[in-house]
């Protein structure tokens, strides 16, 4: 079974600081892991993910993450955060040999910016 | 492509009604999730069909909830009859085979 923890339920930044969102995760097989950013009111649209290749991964909006297999973690970050960064951001984890493209979510993570 | 199309957005009901949320995935998608979201729970995975077919339903929570896919253009997820407890909303997504999934905009339900 798979399972992923984000730390902190909401996490504030000042506009310009750096964003760093953690996310762990449990798999007994390599994953492929996702960030999932969600706007009030909106559906869940991807950052960016990781299946194979370079760990270190760059999404949209300035958001990159870094698979870290020995510590089993894909934390997301960003140098300079935006006011249009406010949102909620979820981190999720596939297994690849299932075939079935099920994620599992961790509970979010909202961050909010403060001017 | 307008992406995954939900409905209704918003929908309010009374306890023991029934309630039938729409979805419409991405055309050429085979894959198609459904989710529900609180502020309890998360985002937890209701049911998975791919090729039109159920594949997984074991998160669908009883038997009050039934999920159908007549064709690849159309699922329906279904509550009958409905509770408080159901008040959530409710994403569909699609896949084409591939590792990411496109979420819809999402049915908010109420159930008083």
């Known amino acids: 079974a798979q399972s992923v923890t984000q730390l902190g339920s909401h996490v504030s930044v000042s506009e310009g600081a750096l964003v760093l969102l953690r996310c762990n995760y449990s798999s007994s097989v390599p994953p492929y892991l996702f960030w999932y950013v969600q706007y009030p009111n909106q559906g869940l649209q991807l950052l960016l993910k990781y299946t194979t290749g370079a760990t270190l991964v760059k999404g949209i909006n300035g958001f990159e993450a870094e698979f870290k297999k020995s510590e089993t973690s894909f934390h997301l970050t960003k140098p300079s955060a935006h006011m249009s960064d406010a949102a909620e951001y979820f981190c999720?984890?596939?297994?690849?040999?299932?075939?079935?493209?099920?994620?599992?979510f961790g509970k979010g993570t909202k961050l909010s910016v403060i001017p | 492509d307008a992406g995954v199309i939900q409905s209704p957005r918003h929908e309010v009901t009374e306890m023991g009604q029934e309630v039938t949320l729409r979805c419409k995935p991405i055309?050429?998608?085979?894959?198609l999730f459904w989710y529900r979201q609180t502020m309890m729970r998360g985002l937890e995975l209701l049911i998975y069909?791919?090729?039109?077919?159920?594949?997984?339903d074991s998160g669908m929570p009883e038997d009050r909830f039934s999920a159908k896919m007549p064709n690849a253009s159309f699922s329906t997820l279904k509550i009958q009859p409905s509770e408080p407890r159901d008040s959530a909303v409710y994403f569909c997504?699609?896949?084409?085979?591939?590792?990411?999934?496109?979420f819809g905009p999402g049915t908010r339900l109420t159930v008083l």
């Open positions: 069909f791919n090729n039109n077919v159920p594949i997984d």
């Open positions: 997504a699609s896949t084409a085979d591939s590792t990411e999934q496109f």
């Open positions: 999720a984890v596939s297994d690849p040999g299932a075939g079935s493209y099920q994620l599992t």
């Open positions: 055309s050429g998608h085979n894959s």
